[in-house]
Structure formats: C-alpha cells, structure tokens
C-alpha cells in the first residue's frame, strides 16, 4: 500500500483545512486508515481512524467535534476536515494504513505516507 497526504499549509487560529490522502496497491476494504501527527519534541499521536469497508471513525479527544475523517472509496482517497484550528494543531500530519481492526497505536500501522506540514498562527 503507498499513500501520498497533502494540503497541509499555513493557516490563522480558527481557520480551517482539509487534508487528502491518497492511496493505491492492496485491497482497502481491508484496511484500517489513520490520520496522526507530529509536533516538534512530541510522539506521534492519533488524530482520527476510519476502517475502510465500513467507515467506522474514531477520533482523538483532543480533536473536540472539530475534525471530520472520511474516504471516497471511488478515488481511493482519504480526508481530513480540520476546523477551528489552534496553534497546538500545528505538527506535520501522517496518513497511514494498518491491516489490525481498530488500530490505534502507531505500531500497529505498517504503511505511511510522507506527511504534510500544518501551521496555525495564533
């Protein structure tokens, strides 16, 4: 499985973005997809998770009803919907894929993509 994210940006407090991923190779219906980040001197953590076949979502609590994941199956690409955003949002964004029913922790996912920089200006 390869994934490609983008639309990571710069971005004032309380703006919004969206970000894709875009997957190819395997058979999705039997994956779980995540979306993490990464903030300097930070592990990565979970934002959101979506099992592929069913969209069944997961979100992190610090994502507080703000971020939205979801997948067109059709273009074999996965999203995430950020609004509101907050300074301590600011982290490079990771898209990856596990084949463990709802992954959660970053071990247990075994594609990733390159990851997309997000900016919130306060």
């Known amino acids: 499985v390869q994934l490609q994210a983008s639309g990571g940006g710069l971005v004032q407090a309380g703006g919004s973005l969206r970000l894709s991923c875009d997957v190819s190779?395997?058979?999705?219906?039997?994956?779980?997809m995540g979306w993490f980040r990464q903030s300097p001197g930070r592990e990565h953590e979970i934002v959101a998770r979506?099992?592929?076949?069913?969209?069944?979502?997961l979100y992190a609590k610090f994502v507080k009803d703000r971020f939205t994941i979801s997948r067109d199956n059709a273009k074999n690409t996965m999203y995430l919907r950020m609004n509101n955003l907050e300074p301590e949002d600011t982290a490079v964004y990771y898209c990856?894929?596990?084949?463990?029913?709802?992954?959660?922790?970053?071990?247990?996912?075994?594609?990733w993509g390159q990851g997309t920089q997000v900016t919130v200006s306060s």
């Open positions: 190779g395997g058979d999705l219906d039997r994956y779980v």
């Open positions: 979506i099992s592929w076949d069913r969209g069944v979502t």
């Open positions: 990856a894929a596990s084949r463990t029913p709802s992954a959660y922790f970053v071990g247990q996912y075994e594609y």
